[in-house]
């Protein structure tokens, strides 16, 4: 039985590894992408315009956003890990070219393509100039 949580990836009841979801969660800075894996199911791959899944009856390509370098790719095994450099150094709205992150799983689901698509969005620090103050406790002129 599929359960689906609004935010949160997909469960099953009774999961068997084959069952079970492949994962992709990516992240982005203005110059790199990383990518999280856990392959179970479906095989993932990544040439400089696509996301390429496979599975033991078929494959599919989606189009990416914009263009990977990948002769500029660092893998980390440990951490399942693999981060391109991005070719234009601005931030992607979504991974996929035509289609959000959710779309685009939904369709695979109907496919039985079971992978899911996450986007963890990097938490940036922020700065409050008003409160900017040297160290003598006055206010130093960026407020």
Known sequence: ?????SNCPLHYDHAHKDDMPSTIIWTQTLESITFKIES???RVHFSEYCLN????YKSI??????????????????????????????????????????EIEDQLLEAN????????EASFDT???DSVINGQGQKTGLE
């Open 1 to 5: 039985m599929l359960i689906k949580y």
């Open 40 to 42: 179970n199911q479906s």
């Open 53 to 56: 899944l496979h599975n033991p």
């Open 61 to 102: 390509s989606l189009p990416l956003f914009d263009k990977l370098c990948l002769e500029k790719c660092v893998i980390d095994k440990i951490n399942n890990t693999m981060t391109f450099l991005k070719e234009s150094f601005r931030l992607w709205p979504r991974l996929l070219s035509q289609q959000t992150d959710q």
């Open 113 to 120: 393509f079971l992978v899911c698509i996450r986007h963890d």
């Open 127 to 129: 700065l409050d100039f």
